[in-house]
C-alpha cells in the first residue's frame, strides 16, 4: 500500500477492485488517474475494457464529502459508469417499524451507482448498493464521454492520430489540434476505442500490467 494511502482507504478499496472484476471481468484496474491530463481531478480507481470506462471516488472514514460533486462531475465527463464508494459513516440510517433498517446515501453522491462499505446489513446483503452495473449495461454500446479523451497524454494522442493516417505532421500539432483531428475524423465507436486502446496500454505506477488490444475498429 502506498505511504500516502491511509488503511481505512485501503478497506474499501480492495473490496471496490474486487467488485470491479466480477462486474468488469475485462477490464484493466488503474489507480490515482488524472480526470484530464492536466486537470486538478484525480479519480481513485477506473476500471477499463476495449469500450467502456467506469470511475471510481472513494470516501473512507476519515473523508469529507465537500469536494465530492466537483468529483463526481469529473467522472461524468469521462466514464459511461461513475461510481461513489462511500464508507458507512456517510449514510444515514434509519430504523422503521415497518420497513426495517433503511439507508439513505448523502445527497452529495448524486443519483448514479453508489456503493456503501461497513453499513447494516440490508436485505440480507453484505454492502449496499444503488445502480449496478447489470450485465445488459455491457453489451449496450455507447460512446464515451466527450472529455475521456483528455485523460490522453501527448503522445497517446500523436499515436492514434499516426495510426489513423489523420495527419503526417503530428510533431507540430498542439494537443487540442490533435484532439479536433481525432473528433472530426473518427466516429464514436473508433473514438471510444482508441482512448480505451490508449489507456488500457499505459504504464502506470499502480496498475494491472498492460494491454495491447488487437484488431481496433
Known sequence: MPAYRSPAEAEIREPVVARLRELMPAARIIHEIQSACQGPTRIDVLAVTP???AAVEIKSSRDKLDRLPAQLEAMYGCAHHPIVALHGKHFTV????????WVSAPKSAGYGMVWGFDLPQVHGSEQYLRHEIHDRWAKWRACAPSGAIDMLWRDELRAIVARRDLSSRTSKLTMPELIDLMQWNLTGACLTREVCAALRARQCPEADPP???????
Open 51 to 53: 469500450d467502456r470506462i
Open 94 to 101: 434509519t430504523e422503521t417499524p415497518n420497513y426495517g433498517t
Open 211 to 217: 494491454v495491447t488490444d488487437a484488431g481496433r475498429a
